[in-house]
């Protein structure tokens, strides 16, 4: 009789458990609201940034979207990736003459690494934008425990000394203690890790800045950062000027 009062209970109590279960789900966030004129109508239109959290007090959004409404009413609404600090940012990349939209988030909470995703309005319609890509990088391990990194096919390679890690790279077996390399590996070199606006001139306007890390043999292992500016035209990104920034410096 005991067993059919306690199955009792515990069926009657399961819903309410349940509803408590749903109720303790994170609800998504307003982070925040924007006013530009992102379709060359000469009217701004609003943005409402809108984020999912992981969990309550994470900082952590596992979605984000974007609704953009216009004076007509008419709503669009644009997916993003997940991360922390989500945030639109509006600048005219396309050189069009209207704002464009680029996201951001940061991947890790003690990460340089972002997400980006690049929007453009085109003939009334929302088209995703490319994204900045490195095509010619080299790195390479060489005797005497250096790395040569080469970022342009007109640069000179440059030379960074790496004897700080000897210790263990012998014990791995990557050089012998006098520095000869026995394993030919290469330095890990990262995708780009943040880009930023930046005003190239009066006349052509807005381009990229981004910065691509390189390490060692192992991720912690630093050794500098590629900076390139980019300028978008033709449909695709063009590099003005690629510089090697070592974190020796």
């Known amino acids: 009789m005991k067993k059919i009062v306690f199955l009792l209970l515990a069926t009657l109590l399961l819903p309410a458990t349940m509803f408590a279960e ?21 009217e701004k239109e609003t943005i409402e940034l809108t984020g999912l959290p992981f969990a309550d ?4 959004y596992v979605d984000t979207w974007a609704s953009l409404v216009g004076n007509d009413g008419k709503k669009q609404e644009i997916q993003f990736s997940g991360g922390y600090k989500p945030q639109l940012l509006f600048h005219d990349l ?9 996201y951001q988030s940061v991947s890790e909470k003690t990460s340089k690494l972002h997400h980006y995703q690049l929007y453009t309005f085109d003939s009334g319609h ?3 934008m490319p994204f900045p890509e490195q095509k010619f990088i080299k790195a390479i391990f060489k005797n005497n425990f250096t790395v040569e990194v080469q970022v342009a096919p007109d640069k000179d390679p440059a030379v960074i000394d790496v004897s700080d890690h000897a210790t263990k790279y012998v014990h791995q077996g990557i050089y012998d203690k006098n520095g000869k390399l026995l394993e030919k590996i290469s330095p890990m070199i990262q995708s780009i890790s943040s880009v930023k606006p930046v005003k190239i001139s009066e006349q052509k306007g807005y381009g ?8 060692g043999a192992y991720p912690e292992e630093r050794l500098g950062t590629v900076e390139t500016l980019w300028y978008f035209e033709k449909g695709q990104w063009v590099i003005l000027k690629t510089e090697w920034m070592s974190d020796d410096k």
């Open 22 to 42: 749903k109720n303790n789900e994170p609800s998504p966030q307003q982070l925040a609201i924007y006013k530009e004129d992102i379709t060359g109508n000469a």
């Open 94 to 102: 396309s050189h069009d003459g209207v704002k464009d939209i680029l």
């Open 57 to 60: 007090n994470t900082g952590y």
């Open 126 to 128: 929302l088209k995703k």
């Open 208 to 215: 990229l800045k981004s910065e691509q890390p390189i390490s």
